[in-house]
């Protein structure tokens, strides 16, 4: 537990003076007032995030813990659980392209991001592989509906090793850091999860995952209930291991780390998202480095965001995880800070106002 409480302990706000400064300056670049958008808020906040008014990230990474859930069994989604440990290693393939066959390789070399990619505890063992972050401690967690999902030390190992993960991505040279996820039913842990923080009624915020019909999805919604009724816990830590899963829990260490090390979190789906709220609930200030990236189209993840106080960037109807919306907002946030280092000021271009 001393080893999460110094990581908590390490994370500080933004840095309202450079904040103050980028503010200022946005409003002297060579442009109508506002005129470039909500880009004009990110730049803001980038600063706020790195400590000065000429933010310049450099490099995204996109690190996807896949785990599996006990709670599948209940028949809440669309896909067997089998996919999970199938996509990890999809995630690994070698193709004509590139490394990974799945959407977030395909979408992250567009982007020069570089995919990292964990076991948090998929049901199979996997092969070795130079790129696989083998940190399970449990193939797969409990059923949730039934009983706690994960241990508290389960909870934990997967949070420091999130941390873990994080650190390694930034040490490589990121600055931007996505966390992403696979892993069949985790909409079901993640609704649970939102649910209990945000005090919602299971139907706000369950929704169909992978694309399940209305017959499944009431039952999904009957289990997020049972499992809200079957335990009180209302800490965030409790939460977790309660109602949550390992992949969770690993974003969880990811974004406490990257927050820690004042860094970008680029928030993708609504599991992600269910990681965010425990975040926020450990760490208040790690809002400040949380960037949502689009708006999903999970039912639930508008609630997540308006808790967050938080809007995305932009709206394409995805609904995968992987990190992969995430992807996809990285440019737009070197668009902004690009604002901020290279746009003249009024005065600078002796544009006359
Ligand atoms: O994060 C999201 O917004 C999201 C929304 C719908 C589906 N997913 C992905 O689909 C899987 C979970 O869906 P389900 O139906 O199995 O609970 C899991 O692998 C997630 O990565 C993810
Ligand atoms: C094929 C497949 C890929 C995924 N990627 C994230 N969740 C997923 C779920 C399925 C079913």
Redesign the pocket.
């Known amino acids: 537990m001393h080893e999460l409480q110094n990581l908590i302990k390490r994370i500080h706000p933004a840095d309202s003076a450079a904040i103050q400064r980028a503010t200022l300056r946005q409003a002297q670049l060579t442009k109508p007032a506002g005129a470039l958008g909500d880009l004009e808020a990110l730049s803001v906040r980038l600063a706020g995030v790195f400590g000065t008014e000429f933010p310049a990230p450099q490099g995204g990474a996109v690190l996807v813990a896949a785990g599996d859930h006990g709670v599948a069994q209940e028949g809440v989604s669309a896909?067997p659980p089998e996919?999970t440990p199938a996509?990890v290693m999809n995630f690994l393939a070698d193709t004509p392209a590139g490394p990974g066959g799945?959407a977030v390789n395909a979408l992250a070399r567009t982007v020069g991001a570089r995919v990292y990619v964990m076991d948090a505890g998929v049901n199979a063992a996997l092969p070795d592989h130079p790129r696989l972050h083998q940190c399970a401690v449990r193939r797969g967690t409990r059923n949730l509906r039934v009983e706690a999902a994960m241990t508290p030390d389960e909870a934990q190992a997967l949070i420091l090793a999130g941390a873990a993960l994080a650190r390694q991505a930034i040490e490589d040279g990121a600055d931007l850091i996505v966390p992403g996820e696979?892993g069949?039913g985790n909409t079901t842990p993640a609704a649970v999860v939102t649910a209990r923080l945000l005090g919602l009624d299971p139907a706000e915020v369950t929704g169909r995952g992978?694309g399940v019909d209305d017959a499944r999805l009431a039952h999904k919604v009957a289990v997020v209930r049972e499992a809200l009724h079957r335990s009180p816990a209302t800490g965030p830590l409790q939460v977790l291991a309660e109602f949550g899963g390992y992949e969770i829990a690993a974003m969880l260490g990811m974004m406490l780390e990257t927050a820690a090390q004042r860094r970008v979190i680029v928030l993708d789906g609504f599991v992600e998202g269910s990681a965010a709220l425990l975040g926020v609930t450990l760490a208040p200030a790690l809002r400040e480095f949380l960037f949502p990236a689009g708006h999903c189209a999970e039912r639930g993840h508008a609630a997540q965001l308006a808790h967050l106080g938080l809007k995305p960037m932009f709206d394409l109807g995805l609904r995968?995880?992987?990190g992969s919306g995430g992807v996809l907002a990285l440019p737009l946030l070197r668009a902004a800070a690009a604002t901020l280092r290279e746009m003249r000021t009024f005065e600078e271009a002796g544009v006359p106002v």
């Open positions: 896909y996919v996509m799945a696979m069949i992978t995968l995880g992987e």
